[in-house]
């Protein structure tokens, strides 16, 4: 299947997210009144930068970081140690309060579209609620979203629940989309989907970052997914990025022992025909 994903952008602004040094410690909780709880590294020394207009792929099997990533690159969590950047701006350590110019470039859109939209909202409550968050006039705001994920205007009075999978979904990106952001954070946005409908969710995320050009972050454990969508690459394993680079070329030379083994998983049809 090739990649929708184009050629690097070339208008040369530079880093638009940039991690240097990120270490995330967790203690698990105690085990007895005698020992103290386990010390788990979840990231160790990570450093990346995503450039603007990117398609920037995060991946790697569960327990490998990716989330915690995620998370304290969209100041869900804090780093124990390192720093992060965004547009220029530090946001490391930033209180709630001093966060607004993040939540309004910075927006996610989760694995599981039913746990993630209040399934006692309508879809237009649902879809308009960032913008109401914010402060900005909602107007005709819905309808052209939900236009723009290939939902019909009639959608805008339903319920999460009467919707499909695949729909749920649409409504999330549409609602990650309200407030106009610059970064669209994707975080295994198809790996809950029937399969039949993971092309159509992916090639209306690409189709959508190229349409309002932004910048976009996409984890998955799927290699095969990372490549449709992105033309960068991090690959990361038990805490650390093993290797990043083009997608092409690390699917086409993988350096790391890691990435080939990600590399060998990935089905195939040979032998089943």
């Given at each position: 299947?090739p990649s ?5 952008p070339?208008?040369?602004g ?14 698990r909780?105690?085990?007895s009144?005698?020992r103290?709880?386990?010390?788990v ?7 990346l930068d995503?450039r603007?207009?990117e ?5 790697g099997?569960s327990?490998?970081g990716k989330?915690?990533l995620?998370?304290?690159l969209c100041a869900?969590d804090?780093?124990t ?11 490391t ?12 470039n ?7 579209p039913?746990s ?10 649902l879809v308009?609620e960032p ?8 107007g005709?705001r819905v309808?052209?979203l939900?236009d723009?994920?290939g ?5 805008a009075?339903r319920?999460p629940?009467?919707?499909s ?5 649409r409504?999330?990106i549409?609602?990650?989309?309200a407030?106009?952001p610059k970064?669209?954070v994707a975080?295994?946005?198809v790996s809950a989907?029937?399969v039949?409908v993971?092309?159509?969710i992916?090639?209306?995320l690409?189709d959508?970052?190229d349409?309002?050009g932004l910048t976009l972050v996409?984890?998955s454990?799927d290699l095969s997914v990372?490549?449709y969508?992105?033309e960068?690459v ?12 083009p997608?092409?070329?690390v699917w086409?030379?993988p350096r790391h022992?890691?990435t ?14």
């Open positions: 299947m929708p994903a184009g050629t690097p070339t208008d040369g530079g880093a638009l997210i940039e991690a240097r040094g990120l270490t995330r410690v967790y203690r909780p105690r085990a009144l005698t103290p709880g386990e010390v590294h979840a990231l160790r020394d990570v450093s995503v603007r207009g398609r920037f792929g995060v991946v099997e327990g490998s989330s915690t995620l998370r304290l869900l804090r780093p140690s390192g720093s992060i950047r965004f547009d220029g701006r530090e946001i350590g930033l209180p709630e309060r001093r966060l607004r110019f993040l939540r309004e910075l927006q996610i859109v989760f694995q599981d039913m993630s939209l209040d399934p006692r909202m309508r879809v237009r409550d308009a913008l109401v968050a914010l402060g900005e006039p909602v005709g309808s052209d939900l723009a994920v939902l019909p205007a009639g959608a009075d319920y629940h009467q919707f999978g695949g729909q749920r979904q409504i999330a549409a609602r990650a989309l407030p106009r970064v669209l975080d295994e946005p989907l029937d039949s993971r092309g159509q992916l090639n209306l690409a959508l970052v349409e309002l996409f984890v454990h990372v490549r969508v992105c960068s991090a690959v990361m394993h038990d805490g650390e990025i093993v290797e990043t680079g997608v092409d070329e086409a030379e022992p890691y080939r083994a990600l590399l060998e998983a990935v089905p195939t049809l040979e032998g089943l025909l």
